[in-house]
T-cell receptor
Framework: GAVVSQHPSWVICKSGTSVKIECRSLDFQATTMFWYRQFPKQSLMLMATSNEGSKATYEQGVEKDKFLINHASLTLSTLTVTSAHPEDSSFYIC???????????????FGNGTRLTVT | GDSVTQMEGPVTLSEEAFLTINCTYTATGYPSLFWYVQYPGEGLQLLLKATKADDKGSNKGFEATYRKETTSFHLEKGSVQVSDSAVYFCALTDRGGGGNKLTFGTGTQLKVEL
């Protein structure tokens, strides 16, 4: 159980275009999902917390207008990279926690990530 | 703020060797500690966790003990296999910080050779 599905697994786009990444919780409901970015050989950096039915909470330094997050249902959050540039090329990973968002002891379940390459 | 420090990799071992990956942390509150594993081209998977001092998390032959006195959560395995080759991340969530934010270490790549 507790499967998080992320789509697409990889995408190549041209500079200036927008790319949408989907994150779905397949067998549980997630009121909160998290979006991370991973640079090569580096750790994961939390970009934002996606809240179902309300605005996302962005970490300091993350551009809200560039990384649009929508959490329209209890099983789906989307991250749209707008006007993508080569420096946005990275590995984007979503995650969700089973149960209440405040259950800090409940581990996060991660999607398999999306490799974005902007040419 | 919270932080996690891991030993730098890559760590290269022969099959059946003993593995230790060091992890230390700083946290303002009383954190829960995790080890995640990332296989090539995949997302992260929870390997084990510990939620209070002296707890030992274990899974698939891996173990880590929550040491509050040394603020450490070192990962160990008695006999590694080629299939254990992956990147291992130590992480924490801090109760004082609301518990939602997972702080990761930089990851340690493990390569196991025949």
């Amino acid at each position: 159980g507790a499967v998080v599905s992320q789509h697409p697994s990889w995408v190549i786009c041209k500079s200036g275009t927008s790319v949408k990444i989907e994150c779905r919780s397949l067998d549980f409901q997630a009121t909160t999902m998290f979006w991370y970015r991973q640079f090569p050989k580096q750790s994961l950096m939390l970009m934002a917390t996606s809240n179902e039915g309300s605005k996302a909470t962005y970490e300091q330094g993350v551009e809200k207008d560039k990384f649009l997050i929508n959490h329209a249902s209890l099983t789906l959050s989307t991250l749209t990279v707008t006007s993508a540039h080569p420096e946005d090329s990275s590995f984007y990973i979503c995650s969700a926690r089973v149960g209440r968002a405040s259950s800090y002891n409940s581990p996060l379940h991660f999607g398999n990530g999306t490799r974005l390459t902007v040419t | 703020g919270d932080s996690v420090t891991q030993m730098e990799g890559p760590v290269t071992l022969s099959e059946e060797a003993f593995l230790t990956i060091n992890c230390t942390y700083t946290a303002t509150g009383y954190p829960s500690l995790f080890w995640y594993v990332q296989y090539p081209g995949e997302g992260l998977q929870l390997l084990l966790k510990a939620t209070k001092a002296d707890d030992k998390g274990s899974n698939k032959g891996f173990e880590a003990t929550y040491r509050k006195e040394t603020t450490s959560f070192h990962l160990e395995k008695g006999s590694v296999q080629v299939s254990d080759s992956a990147v291992y991340f130590c992480a924490l969530t801090d109760r004082g910080g609301g518990g939602n934010k997972l702080t990761f270490g930089t990851g340690t790549q493990l390569k196991v050779e025949l």
